[in-house]
């Protein structure tokens, strides 16, 4: 039986950076927005099935992104503490944090590193509708070096460009969303975050690349969302793996990317990159091609 929804509140913002809509009237089918407008502008459908809520007090906006949250890390007490913790309880706090998220207007989550599969399970339970949870993109557990930054998420870490390689592809068969990289250091107790913890030849062996290569064939033709958050040149700070490129090979290593994340995309899908005001015209030029 199909749901479909008419949505009333005192505003709209689209997020495009225009004026907001007042009084917006939103018919949702499904899930899908099929029209936004005002009263009398928009094709209002009828039945006993359609519903109407109204937020008059309050705004409609796109769903949040949040690109970066470890969502079933433990209950807090820094990583120590958190890792002394069981997966029963991780995934405990994994299924509480995802329902904050969506009542806080998060409809996408990209998770960004937690023990063994705990949060391909919590995924699961979300794709079977035993939870309430935005869209959930995994990572699972991160690659790392033995001790190096989440070490503790288990059978996570290598050394040399041929343990890299295979470490990815265990990743990739786990059936995880993105590739994480912890090129450094980080909270992790014996690890600087002003050190790196690969090689240059370790890196290129690891990153989402090789990923995109080894997953090509199952997932082509069929994401709904593909969200990138590349390195690039900033002057918002020295960030030392963002600012070692030139335009000319950015340039060369996103278009490479972007040609095969595009073959991913349904012919509905979006794609979502994050980037500053110092390199968006290098990308426009890209996504323009």
């Not at 050190?195 to 240059?200: K, L, M, P, R, Y």
């Not at 709904?224 to 390195?231: Q, S």
């Not at 490129?245 to 073959?263: E, H, P, T």
């Amino acid at each position: 039986m199909e749901s479909i929804k008419i949505l009333r509140a005192r505003r709209l913002i689209d997020g495009t950076g225009g004026a907001p809509l007042d009084y917006p009237v939103v018919v949702v089918k499904d899930g899908r927005i099929l029209d936004v407008g005002t009263e009398g502008d928009v094709n209002l459908p009828r039945g006993d099935s359609v519903e109407e809520p109204s937020f008059m007090e309050g705004s409609i906006l796109p769903g949040l992104i949040d690109s970066h949250l470890h969502i079933a890390l433990g209950t807090g007490g820094g990583y120590d503490a958190m890792m002394r913790e069981s997966n029963g309880i991780h995934l405990m706090t994994g299924v509480i944090n995802a329902g904050k998220a969506l009542a806080a207007g998060i409809t996408t989550v990209k998770e960004a590193g937690a023990r063994d599969t705990v949060t391909t399970d919590l995924r699961e339970g979300w794709r079977r509708g035993l939870i309430e949870a935005p869209r959930l993109l995994i990572s699972g557990r991160p690659l790392t070096v033995p001790g190096g930054h989440f070490h503790f998420c288990n059978d996570n870490t290598a050394q040399g460009v041929e343990e890299v390689r295979v470490r990815v592809r265990q990743f990739v068969e786990e059936d995880v969303d993105v590739i994480k990289i912890m090129a450094s250091g980080g909270g992790t107790t014996g690890t600087r975050n002003s050190e790196a913890s690969f090689t240059e030849e370790e890196l290129r062996a690891s990153e989402n690349f090789q990923a995109l290569t080894l997953m090509q064939s199952r997932y082509e033709g069929s994401m709904k969302c593909i969200y990138t958050d590349p390195p690039y040149n900033t002057d918002a700070g020295p960030i030392l793996y963002k600012n070692a490129y030139r335009s000319a090979s950015w340039m060369a290593l996103m278009a490479s990317r972007l040609g095969r994340a595009k073959a991913f995309l349904s012919d509905e899908g979006i794609l979502c990159i994050t980037i500053d005001d110092y390199q968006v015209h290098e990308l426009a030029h890209l996504l323009f091609l």
